[in-house]
């Protein structure tokens, strides 16, 4: 790809994140943060509030498989293709604790027409490996924004 190609590409990415995050109200109620997008890619950070943990005085896995299904989101939809998760998977590696700053960072390995698998690494402040998360896009019908260039 070109150089301006690539900046389009980038533009694109940039405006869809931005786009799509404003009407994320999940997202945005949990805290969550758009760090970074880049097209295929997408990183969130989010810190963990008291209010997000479990009996056990850890983060509810369900805190961190939406931290990571929101970076993967962000990553699928960065072409301005309105996309969806058709399937996702977790493994929980490690406990993350309330004050805990975490991070997911959502790559593509593999992308058609219609389906996508994209890989999530969620990662604390230490850079130790919390969770990882791979999930399945499907294109639907749309767009996430209008582009005007």
């Known amino acids: 790809m070109s150089k301006s190609g690539e900046e389009r590409a980038q533009r694109v990415a940039e405006r869809c994140a931005q786009a799509l995050f404003g009407r994320d109200r ?12 880049r097209p295929g ?4 950070v ?4 008291p209010d997000m943990v479990n009996g056990h005085d850890v983060c509810h896995g ?6 990571a299904d929101s970076a993967f989101a962000f990553a699928c939809n960065s072409y301005n293709e309105s996309t969806v998760a058709a399937a996702g998977a977790i493994d929980f590696l490690a406990a993350a604790r309330a004050g805990d700053e975490l991070t997911a960072e959502a ?3 593999w992308r058609t027409k219609r389906n996508g698998i994209y890989e999530i690494s969620v990662r604390n402040q230490r850079g130790e490996r919390v969770a990882l998360f791979r999930g399945r896009s499907y ?5 996430v924004t209008t582009i005007e260039e």
């Open 26 to 37: 999940a997202s945005q109620a949990l805290g969550m943060r758009l760090a970074e997008v």
């Open 41 to 44: 890619r997408a990183r969130v």
């Open 46 to 49: 989010m810190t963990v509030r």
């Open 62 to 67: 369900g805190i961190i498989f939406a931290l």
């Open 107 to 109: 790559a593509e390995l």
């Open 139 to 143: 294109r639907i019908d749309g767009q």
